[in-house]
């Protein structure tokens, strides 16, 4: 039996016991903890203590509670997918993600109309209240299984200059892109980053462990006068994922020389 000595709460004390056991390899990633009878004989304490201890590594991130199964130590290792933030042109004109064949859809997209908000309005140029064609998807890697969730957001405005985004606001991104140049538009993107806590829908929808973070991926599509477009959003798994970028270096005007 491992003697408790630390101050503090007991439960924070089992606490910080196992968690030493975790951050020494003792109880290895992945591995499935000792039961709640193994832990109270361990340490010399009450099954309401260990639960509220357990319930306390559960909020930092550091186990999972798989119901039936047990409390199981979170992986430590690199994300299981890269997602590459690049887009690439084919010869014939076509756009290309270089993720793009690795996502099934797990189900049907969904397109409505909606409006901006003082998020999307200030990402889009737009005030609040502009009417929107959106489209979620909800997608699957092949091979890890991993889900993320996908919106676009056309405003109306950016729609009545393209027809066929009128027509049919729910094509795929790269779709939607050839439909913009064949208006011509010649495009560029800008995108931002952020970790931040699911909201109670994405932690279900992306099924997310407990205290686990999503990365939130928001991509504005730029045409002619350097105009807003479109505007994309990315929701992943932050365990699960990390973005990879290629960078190049853009090149400085050329300074005058003085007469």
């Known amino acids: 039996m491992t003697e408790i000595q630390r101050p503090g709460a007991l439960y924070q004390q089992v606490a910080a016991a196992i968690r030493e056991a975790i951050l020494s390899g003792e109880f290895a990633p992945e591995s499935l903890l000792p039961s709640e ?3 109270m004989a361990r340490y010399g304490v009450s099954r309401p203590t260990v639960r509220n201890a357990i319930a306390a590594l559960r909020a930092e991130g550091l186990i999972d509670v798989r119901h039936g199964k047990g409390s199981f130590v979170r992986s430590d ?5 890269t997602l590459e933030r690049r887009i690439n042109r084919a010869p014939n004109g076509q756009f290309v993600m270089p993720n793009g064949d690795a996502w099934d859809e797990a189900e049907e997209p969904s397109v409505y109309r909606t409006r901006t908000t003082k998020a999307t309005g200030r990402l889009l140029n737009l005030g609040e209240e502009e009417e929107l064609f959106g489209c979620d998807r909800l997608l699957a890697d092949v091979t ?3 889900r993320a969730m996908h919106r676009t957001l056309i405003p109306f405005e950016v729609a009545e200059t393209v027809p066929a985004l009128a027509e049919e606001p729910g094509q795929r991104p790269t779709a939607v892109y050839k439909e913009l140049t064949n208006a011509g538009h010649t495009l560029w993107w800008s995108e931002t980053v952020r970790a931040r806590m699911p909201l109670p829908d994405e932690r ?5 462990p407990d205290a686990t973070p999503i ?3 928001t991509r504005v599509t730029h045409g002619t006068a350097d105009r807003a477009l479109i505007l994309e959003e990315l ?3 932050a365990d699960r994922a990390e973005a990879a970028y290629r960078i190049t270096a853009a090149k400085q005007p ?4 003085q007469a």
């Open 77 to 81: 290792g690199q994300p299981t997918l």
């Open 215 to 217: 990365l939130h991926l």
């Open 235 to 237: 929701r992943i798994g």
């Open 144 to 146: 890890t299984g991993t």
């Open 254 to 257: 050329a300074k005058r020389r």
């Open 204 to 208: 279900a929808t992306l099924q997310l």
């Open 37 to 39: 009878a193994q832990l």
